[in-house]
């Protein structure tokens, strides 16, 4: 018989403190070196990643307007992308008629409102740079970083 003792670490799945949900503004910033990278370094750290499943679009939609204000090339863009896709981010579904419903309320984005509901569903804070998503978030109960 095997006496070795077996470790078991039960991590909850949703709301814990270590989970936050992210938007891709604080994701292209970092990506385009932006004043605010310490900002979102500094918030971020320790913390498990979470985001709406629209994020790789999101941040791909960032980089092709970076590129339209000539702010980078495109070879920097592919660049950045791919960093991104190396951020360890757990992407999951918003509950997409909750978001709508937030958008027409709110008269604003779907796409803020994604993330919302995915902070709303989880319980777990948003960390955005955008202000008036962190305001409709706020009202809404939602704790903001």
Do not use: W
């Amino acid at each position: 018989m095997n006496d070795k003792k077996l470790d078991i670490i039960i991590v909850p799945l949703y709301n814990t403190n270590m989970d936050i949900i992210i938007d891709s503004s604080c994701i292209v910033a970092v990506l385009l070196g932006e004043n605010e990278v310490e900002t979102v370094k500094k918030a971020t750290e320790g913390k498990r990643l979470v985001s709406a499943a629209c994020l790789p679009y999101e941040v791909g939609n960032s980089l092709s307007a970076a590129v339209k204000r000539h702010r980078i090339c495109p070879e920097d863009a592919v660049l950045a992308y791919k960093e991104f896709l190396r951020i360890p981010i757990r992407l999951i579904e918003p509950d997409i008629s909750k978001a709508v419903r937030i958008a027409a309320e709110e008269k604003h984005y779907a796409y803020d409102a994604y993330y919302i509901a995915c902070a709303i569903d989880t319980g777990n804070p948003l960390y955005s740079l955008d202000q008036d998503m962190i305001e409709i978030a706020e009202k809404r109960g939602v704790k903001c970083l």
